[in-house]
């Protein structure tokens, strides 16, 4: 499979835990996207990169929320210190460089904080 | 800051009806794309509407976007259960990268 694959596919875990989720985007896409959906909402940008280079991160995005994409392949999202707010799909994006491109999603990480 | 909004944000609706999805959005934009999510699942690329007039057509499924009005618009024709889902628009904020999502149509179609 040669699409956006991220790990795990769901994580339960108890408030104040850390956590971390990765994401590897498709082969020679250099821009890498995570977003945040609640269940009834559209998704929410959390930050993105291009290749090992972090841009921008969205300012509703917390200190507890950490990215990064160390080789500019894969990348993994830490949240700290887990509050049950943080509960929801983690969707992880990637597509080429370039004005006219598209983002092609994963499958998500569906984290529930207990 | 860019917003999206669509509606309606709930369709119910008969097989074979046709309706229309409207996708409005904010500021400049010259990109804009629509995608569609079944429950629990991401998201699947359905269009990818790049120029002012762009008109994509895929079965049932007809999208243009018009710039100058900032309006997208998702048509539905003949709709069919397999068609049941949610449905959003999202705009790449000029200038940046960033996709910013509408607020999603569900969209159900009833046998």
């Known amino acids: 499979d040669t699409g956006v694959s991220q790990d795990p596919r769901h994580k339960i875990t108890k408030r104040g835990q850390n956590v971390t989720f990765r994401c590897d985007p498709i082969?020679?896409?250099?821009?890498l996207y995570w977003y945040r959906q609640t269940l009834g909402q559209g998704p929410e940008f959390l930050t993105y990169?291009?290749?090992?280079?972090?841009?921008?991160k969205s300012r509703l995005l917390s200190d507890r929320f950490s990215a990064e994409r160390p080789k500019g392949s894969f990348s993994t999202l830490e949240i700290q210190r887990t509050e049950q707010g943080d509960s929801a799909m983690y969707l992880c994006?990637?597509?080429?460089?370039?004005?006219?491109?598209?983002?092609?999603f994963g499958q998500g990480t569906r984290l529930t904080v207990v | 800051e860019l917003k999206v909004e669509q509606n309606p944000l709930f369709l119910s609706m008969q097989e074979g009806k046709n309706y229309t999805i409207y996708c409005n959005y904010s500021?400049?934009?010259?990109?804009l794309y629509w995608y569609r999510q079944d429950p629990g699942k991401s998201l699947e690329s359905l269009f990818v509407?790049?120029?002012?007039?762009a008109v994509k057509q895929e079965g049932r499924l007809m999208a243009s976007l018009d710039t100058k009005a900032r309006l997208s618009t998702l048509h539905i024709t003949a709709a069919v259960h397999d068609l049941s889902a949610t449905y959003f628009c999202?705009?790449?904020?000029?200038?940046?990268?960033?996709?910013?999502f509408g607020t999603g149509t569900r969209l159900k179609v009833l046998a």
């Open positions: 509407l790049l120029s002012n007039g």
């Open positions: 999202a705009v790449v904020w000029a200038g940046t990268y960033k996709y910013i």
């Open positions: 500021t400049t934009s010259d990109r």
């Open positions: 994006a990637s597509s080429l460089w370039g004005p006219n491109t598209e983002a092609f």
């Open positions: 082969s020679e896409h250099n821009r």
């Open positions: 990169f291009q290749n090992e280079a972090q841009l921008e």
